[in-house]
C-alpha cells in the first residue's frame, strides 16, 4: 500500500495546480498578486490576521487498552481463576459543529484521542480513552484524502464509562469485526449491551445514504466531484516526516502507477457540518483487548497456540486512522461582491451591525465577514462581505478567487460598483465595466455561479459627478435592479433592505446577463 504522507501529498498537489501559498496548506487562503508578494515581508501579518479557511487534519482514534492476564488464589482455590478484566476502548475523535468558531485556527494538524486503559484484575474493565473533541465553524465541508468514512454521532457531549463499556458490544466497525467474530462466540451473552449504548453511530457510504439514523436529512453527506484547492507548499512537511520516519521508503516507479490509481480514492465532500451541535467521528478508538475471564469463556484452545492466541485477543486494537482536508463554505443568503475599495464593507456595517474593517485602501477586508440583517417581522438575512476581486483573479491576481467559496452557497448576489471609481481624476474602472469584470470572474470560478438572484448597488451617489455616472450605468446595464446608495451616510439603505427581500421572495428573480452589459 502507498504511504499516507506521500499519496496525501501527491493528491493535494494535483488538486492544486495553481495555488502555491504556505499559507493555504497551513489552511489559510492563497494570497497572491504583485500587491501581495512578498510574503515573507509584506504579506506575513495579513496572513497573520487572514482566517483559516482550509485545514488538513489527520486524525487518529486512540488505541484500545489491552486486557489484563490474572489468576485469583485463595486458600479454598489453589488452583486460582482467571480474573482479568477487559481493555477500554480507545477515544475518538470527533469534529464537532459549532456556532461560535470562525475558522480552523484552533485545530492541531495531527489530533490523537486518549488510549483505553488496560484491564486490571478482579476483572475490572480498563477505562474509556478520552475523545478528542476539535470545534469547527458551521460550514465545514469534509473531504477524505485517506482512511475510513466518518460516521455521524446523535449529539451526545461525552460518553461517560459504561459498566458495560467492553469489547464485543454492538457499536464495532466492520474494520473490527473479524476480532469481534471471535469475540463474540467467546462471550455471545454480553450482546446485551448494544441497547444500553447512549453513542449511536452509523457509517455513512460513498453515496451518502445512511441508515437508521434519526433525522436524517439534518445532516448532508455527499461525495461529489468538487475539487479542493490546496497548496502544495507544506510547512508543516518537517512535522510530517517525523510522523511517518517508521515507515519504509518505497520504489519510486512503483509509487507512480499507484498514485495514480489511488489518486482516484480521494472522496471529495463526504460530510458537511451545517447546523451548530452536530458532531461527526472522524477517527474511532480501537476496541480494548479481553481479559483472561472473557478468553477462558467457552473457548477452545490448542495447548502449542494458545499462548499466541491470549496474546493476540488481550492485545488492544489499533484506534482508525483519516487523512482530511477540512474547507469553510460560509453559508450567508446574501453575498457582497465588487472590486476593493468599492464600499462593500461600509454597505454590510450600514445594513447591519456588523463592524468590518473600512479603510480608503484596497484588500481593507482579508477575510470574509458575515452580518445580520433584521426584518420588522424579524424574517433574517445573514449578508457575506468577501475580499475584493480584481480583474485576472482567476490567474490568482490580488486575492485571486480563493474566498468565492464563501458566496458559492449564498441564495442572492449583490454586485458593489464604485460609481466615483473614475470621477475627479481616478484612474478607476468604470462602473459597468467593474461588473462585467466581476460576471467574468465569477463565472471562471464557478460556471454558472452569476445565474443566481443578483441586484446591483451604484454606491457612492454623494460624491460630485456620480448622478451621471448612474445615469449612464442604467443606461448600459438593464434587466437586473439598481440600487443607487451611499453606504458612508446609509442614503437608500431602506430601500435597499426592501430590494432585497423582494429578491428572496421573487418566484422570477432578474439575473445579470453579461451580453446585456454595453461596456466600450
Ligand atoms: N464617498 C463615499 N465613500 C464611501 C462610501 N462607501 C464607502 N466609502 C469609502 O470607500 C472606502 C472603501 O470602503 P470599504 O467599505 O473598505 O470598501 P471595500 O469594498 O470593503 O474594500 P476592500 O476591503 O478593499 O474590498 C472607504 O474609505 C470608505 O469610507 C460612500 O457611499 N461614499
Not at 67 to 81: E, F, H, P, T
Request: charged share 25%; net charge negative.
Amino acid at each position: 500500500m502507498l504511504r499516507w504522507r506521500q499519496h496525501a501529498l501527491l493528491v493535494l498537489r494535483r488538486i492544486s495546480p495553481a495555488n502555491v501559498c504556505p499559507a493555504a496548506w497551513a489552511g489559510g487562503a492563497s494570497y497572491h498578486g504583485s500587491a501581495l508578494e512578498d510574503r515573507k515581508g509584506k504579506a506575513a501579518p495579513l496572513q497573520a490576521r487572514g482566517m483559516v479557511d482550509r485545514f488538513r487534519l489527520r486524525a487518529r482514534g486512540g488505541d484500545g487498552g489491552n486486557g489484563c492476564v490474572s489468576q485469583r488464589r485463595s486458600r479454598s482455590d489453589r488452583q486460582g481463576r482467571p480474573d482479568g478484566g477487559n481493555g477500554g476502548t480507545g477515544g475518538d475523535v470527533i469534529l464537532e459543529c459549532s456556532g461560535s468558531i470562525w475558522d480552523f485556527s484552533s485545530l492541531q494538524h495531527h489530533t490523537k484521542a486518549g488510549r483505553g486503559g488496560h484491564g486490571l484484575p478482579k476483572n475490572q474493565i480498563g477505562t474509556r480513552g478520552s475523545d478528542k473533541v476539535a470545534r469547527v465553524p458551521v460550514g465545514t465541508v469534509i473531504h477524505l484524502v485517506c482512511g475510513e468514512l466518518p460516521f455521524f454521532t446523535v449529539n451526545t457531549p461525552t460518553r461517560s464509562l459504561d459498566p458495560w463499556d467492553i469489547p464485543d458490544a454492538a457499536e464495532h466497525s466492520a474494520a473490527s469485526s473479524d476480532q469481534m467474530n471471535s469475540r463474540e462466540s467467546i462471550n455471545g451473552n454480553e450482546s446485551k449491551r448494544g441497547s444500553n449504548d447512549q453513542w449511536e453511530k452509523q457509517t455513512c457510504s460513498g453515496t451518502g445514504s445512511k441508515t437508521g439514523f434519526p433525522n436524517t436529512e439534518d445532516y448532508n453527506v455527499s461525495s461529489t466531484q468538487h475539487k479542493v484547492e490546496i497548496d502544495e507548499t507544506d510547512p508543516f512537511d518537517s512535522e510530517y516526516d517525523e510522523f511517518w520516519e517508521d515507515e519504509d521508503e518505497d520504489d519510486s516507479e512503483e509509487e507512480d502507477t499507484e498514485e495514480e490509481r489511488e489518486e482516484d480514492d480521494v472522496q471529495y465532500s463526504v460530510a458537511e457540518l451545517t447546523r451548530p451541535g452536530q458532531r461527526l467521528i472522524v477517527a474511532q478508538g480501537g476496541e480494548g483487548g479481553l481479559g483472561n475471564v472473557s478468553i477462558g469463556k467457552g473457548m477452545r484452545m490448542s495447548k502449542e497456540n494458545r499462548l499466541q492466541e491470549i496474546a493476540r485477543l488481550s492485545g488492544g486494537q489499533q484506534g482508525t486512522e483519516s487523512f482530511l482536508v477540512l474547507e469553510l463554505k460560509s453559508i450567508a443568503d446574501v453575498g457582497l461582491v465588487g472590486l476593493p475599495n468599492a464600499g462593500k464593507s461600509t454597505l454590510l456595517s450600514a445594513l447591519s451591525r456588523a463592524q468590518p474593517e473600512i479603510a480608503d485602501y484596497a484588500f481593507t477586508t482579508l477575510r470574509p465577514n458575515i452580518g445580520s440583517l433584521t426584518y420588522e417581522d424579524y424574517f433574517s438575512v445573514k449578508v457575506a462581505d468577501i475580499p475584493g476581486l480584481i480583474k485576472g483573479a482567476h490567474e490568482n491576481r490580488g486575492l485571486g478567487h480563493a474566498f468565492l467559496r464563501h458566496i458559492e452557497r449564498t441564495k442572492v448576489l449583490t454586485y458593489v460598483l464604485d460609481l466615483a471609481a473614475t470621477l475627479n481624476g481616478r484612474k478607476g474602472t468604470p462602473p459597468w465595466e467593474q461588473l462585467h469584470d466581476l460576471v467574468v470572474e465569477l463565472e471562471h470560478y464557478q460556471e454558472g455561479l452569476t445565474k443566481r438572484p443578483s441586484l446591483i448597488v451604484a454606491n457612492k451617489i454623494d460624491e460630485e459627478g456620480a448622478d451621471a455616472m448612474y445615469d449612464e450605468l442604467k443606461r448600459r446595464v438593464q434587466g437586473v435592479p439598481i440600487f443607487p446608495l451611499c453606504a458612508i451616510l446609509q442614503e437608500g439603505v431602506p430601500d435597499l433592505r426592501v430590494g432585497l427581500r423582494d429578491l428572496m421572495d421573487a418566484s422570477e428573480p432578474q439575473v445579470v446577463d453579461l451580453s446585456k452589459i454595453i461596456v466600450d
